[in-house]
């Protein structure tokens, strides 16, 4: 056990360090870090400007004004929109796990080596986890600098709960991309293939509400978006958690077969 622990975390400073001396995981970050600092103004002057109708309409109406909770709601749905942004980013992220190896002829070195297929995978997930956990710790920073003039001062519950699923949404799109890009040596078609894929789980709930009956919520329990949704409105739900921890799973589990079966061919 103590032995594919010490392999998991070689693999994973390994791949770490990747990210870090990479340039194109530096335009990465700097177009998410771009786009989620634009999205996490507009919101911020959307819900300040809607504020500002309600005092108006208040003070015209008085007692006509419904409750608005303001630091919920922003985020809430800078929640929402960070989750729809990882839908274009983490494809390009996750393409190069495994197929930049087969470009590079060093997968067979690692489908050859003493080292699990499973602790391979664990340890490269975990590394572009890491990585794209420094990418969201800057928008969290400011997050909790507005958060802070709030009065009432949001639940933190609340916070911990849409932030952590927003980690494990991008660890099952990490985890999927990684087996696409363990199946072919081309960045490009792993990226495209991993955002169908994503796509495809993010709205099988409409899917499954065209089909109806048990068969159609089966498939919708399946759904990436309708979980997601839960856990950053603060709805504390198992099963959702179960949900994305499966997908964790499922990934690491057909990468560790994709490259299992490479390692039959060469031998």
Known sequence: ?????????????RELQSYFVSPLAYAIAGIFWFLAGLFFVIILQDILQFVNNLDIQGQQFPGSVPPFDVPYEFVRAFLDRMGWLLLFILPVLSMSLYAEERKRGTLELLATSPITNWAVAVGKLLGVLTFFIAMVVPMMI??????SAASPAISPGIIFLGHLALIL???AILSIGMFISSLTDS????????????LLLLFVDLIATNIGGFAGDVLGHLSLLKHYNNLIQGIFDTSSLIL???????????????????RFQRQ
């Open 169 to 171: 949404l991008a660890g």
């Open 142 to 147: 400011f997050e909790a600098i507005v958060l």
């Open 187 to 198: 960045t490009i078609l792993s990226a495209v293939l991993t955002f169908a894929v994503i």
């Open 244 to 262: 994305f921890f499966s997908y964790i799973v499922l990934g690491i589990f057909l990468t560790a077969q994709s490259i299992d079966a490479l």
């Open 1 to 13: 056990m103590g032995v594919i622990f010490s392999n998991i975390i070689a693999i994973y400073r």
